[in-house]
């Protein structure tokens, strides 16, 4: 980064590459294309409008949410397909989705109980509605979703409800594969697209016409669109991709498109050095040292191998060195290399985002 735009950062902030991010953007949607896939990102990674509106003109079908307050402020950026794939239960959940109903072109929320889908089809015939759904089901990473063996009895009743259009299913199972961790992104991506055309089979054998078959996230996203067994996938974090995406084969370094800024506000000893950026900046939901990628800290400095950040509280990180002397000053500011990029976990402080056109 220019020594000028570098002076101006207020730490700890994120910097977004923009020519990258089109770049990522753009090699996705064409992957998918080529496969005759759909691609509905999630957007859960950036979080914003103008990110969303790249992905869209370079022609996602739609988005996919996490929360009902990320699908209004999409659909307050111009967003009209929007997918909420979280089981839309709570009251304040329902009141807000049936309001964001009636602004969007299309919205389709999740079930994967007869408990949410009592309470959503009650909610649509007060409203006068009717509710497109999709019904999730686990292929293996044990979160939400209904059990694979019991999908097409669910699907069934919720089929038969009044004001519940089912038009699909969807997954979420990433690097599994026979319900085990793995680093085959292949086969596992293989595997997700085969359980997922088993039981939509299986569904419609049991009279439901559902149309959708949607899964895929980043690192296995292409993997089961090669598969031709299902219509759509959802990644997200490609936009930027991280450290964590690379070790992972998803991603090359050279793609990364985000860094986190910091300053380096105390020097106690040669060993270690203290920065501007702790737990509330720098995620720390991954386990260092430990198989099968051995993350050596829970981010990369740029350009000194040597550096690791081993240890966080709210707002101090340590850097440490493996030479034991990280040769550091205060007021240095330094580069970091995510190894999982999670913006929810950034965003719980105040923070500046810069973004270079390069």
């Known amino acids: 980064m220019q020594k000028e735009l570098l002076e101006l950062l207020e730490t700890p902030c994120i910097v977004i590459d923009m020519a990258k991010t089109e770049e990522n953007i753009t090699r996705m949607q064409a992957a998918a294309d080529a496969y005759h896939c759909r691609l509905r990102p999630h957007i859960k990674t950036h979080k914003m409008p103008l990110f969303t509106s790249m992905q869209l003109s370079h022609g996602a079908s739609g988005i996919t949410c996490a929360k009902v307050s990320e699908a209004e402020v999409m659909a307050d950026g111009g967003a009209e397909d929007i997918f909420i794939a979280y089981p839309m239960v709570g009251d304040f959940r329902i009141k807000r989705a049936i309001k964001l109903a ?5 919205l389709i929320l999740a079930v994967d109980s007869m408990e949410c889908a009592n309470l959503l089809n009650e909610a649509a015939k007060a409203a006068k509605l009717i509710f497109e759904v999709r019904m999730e089901v686990d292929t293996g990473a044990k ?9 097409a009895q ?19 199972k990433s690097l599994v594969f026979h319900d085990e961790a793995t680093v085959d992104r292949e086969l596992a991506g293989l595997e997700e697209g085969d359980l997922m055309e088993q039981i939509a089979e299986e569904i419609r054998n049991a009279g439901v016409p559902i149309e ?7 690192p296995t996203g292409l993997e089961v669109a090669k598969t031709g ?4 996938i959802r990644p997200g974090t490609y936009i930027f991709n991280d450290h964590m995406l690379c070790m992972e084969e998803a991603a090359k370094p050279e793609e990364i498109a985000v ?6 506000v105390s020097v106690p000893c040669k060993e270690y050095a203290v920065i501007d950026g702790g737990t509330k900046t720098f995620p720390m939901d991954i386990l260092l040292d430990t198989a099968p990628y051995y993350y050596p800290g829970y981010a990369l400095v740029e350009g000194n191998e040597d550096l690791r950040l081993r240890r966080m509280n709210e707002e101090h990180g340590i850097i440490t060195s493996m030479k034991g002397d990280t040769g550091l000053k205060v007021g240095d500011k330094i580069a970091l290399i995510p ?4 913006l929810l976990s950034i965003c719980r402080i105040r923070f500046t985002f810069t973004m270079v056109k390069v």
């Open 229 to 232: 067994k299902v219509n759509e």
């Open 259 to 264: 860094k986190i800024y910091a300053t380096v």
């Open 339 to 342: 190894i999982l990029y999670v």
């Open 154 to 172: 669910l699907a069934k009743q919720i089929y038969g409800l009044s004001n519940l259009k089912l038009t699909g299913i969807y997954t979420f």
């Open 102 to 106: 009636k602004r969007v072109k299309r």
């Open 212 to 218: 959708d078959i949607s899964a895929g996230s980043t």
């Open 143 to 151: 979160r939400t979703g209904v059990v694979r063996t019991q999908a």
